[in-house]
């Protein structure tokens, strides 16, 4: 693994810092913005619904099948 030397004002924080610090981000621009922006358009709604009864199907179309551990994989989404 490559490493490249970090800028002296820089700093790398760990997955669980990183989730924190994105979900207080998160929670902010929610309450900044205010309610109307939590509302999806109809047609993000639509694709949404879509992507929903796919996924209770278990697949996502026939180029991306889906894949969950401990379940067996179809022979089409074998890795050749």
Known sequence: MKRYPT???DFQIDRTHNGAVCKEIGE???IALGPQSIEL???LLSLMKQLSE??????????CPITRPGLPQ???AAPA
Do not use: D
């Not at 796919?54 to 180029?63: H, K, N, W």
């Open 74 to 76: 179809s022979p089409e």
């Open 54 to 63: 796919q996924l209770e199907t278990e697949t996502a179309g026939p180029c």
């Open 7 to 9: 800028p002296q004002n």
């Open 41 to 43: 358009n109809p047609r």
């Open 28 to 30: 902010r621009l929610s």
